[in-house]
């Protein structure tokens, strides 16, 4: 997931970051490239104890939007890029069946982004989640399901499969 972040100096310090869509979440350091990967580390580590404590991550906001905000005035914005698919879950092998034509726009994808083509799909599932699910982020984005949800643990419903749907 792509996170607008807000880079501000002050003479006599270090660069100070702040990640405006997770509140709390903040980190410092000596030149622009350094900032920028702490802040990549500390959203990774936020988020990690979001989704140990069952928590929803919170729904971003637009650049522009946090833009508007005089809190962050005089500050510089960037994006940090931070790979949410691989915190706090154990991985799991499946089986999927894609179009050939879908699979190579998917491993294009994926090189391009410099993600495996399991890690860019994780995202893409988890960002159509996050956009579909109108603000109620307790189940999907969590490692502890909302049992109010269809896909919540507990609630599977099996659906009686018909002849050539892939796994």
């Given at each position: 997931m792509r996170f607008p972040i807000v880079v501000h100096k002050d003479a006599d310090s270090g660069y100070g970051v702040t990640v405006p869509d997770l509140p709390g979440c903040f980190s410092a350091g000596d030149t622009l490239d350094e900032v920028i990967e702490s802040a990549r580390?500390?959203?990774?580590?936020?988020?990690?104890?979001?989704?140990?404590?069952?928590?929803?991550?919170?729904?971003r906001t637009s650049l522009e939007a946090h833009q508007g905000n005089d809190d962050y005035r005089g500050g510089v914005w960037a994006i940090a890029d931070v790979d949410?698919?691989?915190?706090?879950?154990k991985t799991k092998r499946i089986n999927i069946t894609l179009p050939e034509r879908v699979l190579a726009i998917?491993?294009?994808?994926?090189?391009?982004?410099?993600?495996?083509?399991?890690?860019?799909?994780?995202?893409?599932?988890?960002?159509?989640?996050?956009?579909?699910?109108?603000g109620d982020l307790s189940g999907p984005l969590t490692d502890r399901p909302d049992s109010s949800h269809a896909y919540g643990a507990g609630s599977a419903q099996q659906t009686p499969r018909r002849r050539g749907d892939g796994e």
């Amino acid at each position: 997931m792509r996170f607008p972040i807000v880079v501000h100096k002050d003479a006599d310090s270090g660069y100070g970051v702040t990640v405006p869509d997770l509140p709390g979440c903040f980190s410092a350091g000596d030149t622009l490239d350094e900032v920028i990967e702490s802040a990549r580390e500390a959203i990774a580590c936020h988020i990690e104890g979001l989704l140990m404590d069952g928590e929803p991550v919170p729904a971003r906001t637009s650049l522009e939007a946090h833009q508007g905000n005089d809190d962050y005035r005089g500050g510089v914005w960037a994006i940090a890029d931070v790979d949410i698919s691989k915190l706090s879950s154990k991985t799991k092998r499946i089986n999927i069946t894609l179009p050939e034509r879908v699979l190579a726009i998917v491993d294009r994808a994926a090189a391009r982004e410099g993600q495996s083509r399991s890690g860019l799909l994780a995202c893409a599932a988890l960002s159509y989640l996050q956009r579909q699910s109108d603000g109620d982020l307790s189940g999907p984005l969590t490692d502890r399901p909302d049992s109010s949800h269809a896909y919540g643990a507990g609630s599977a419903q099996q659906t009686p499969r018909r002849r050539g749907d892939g796994e």
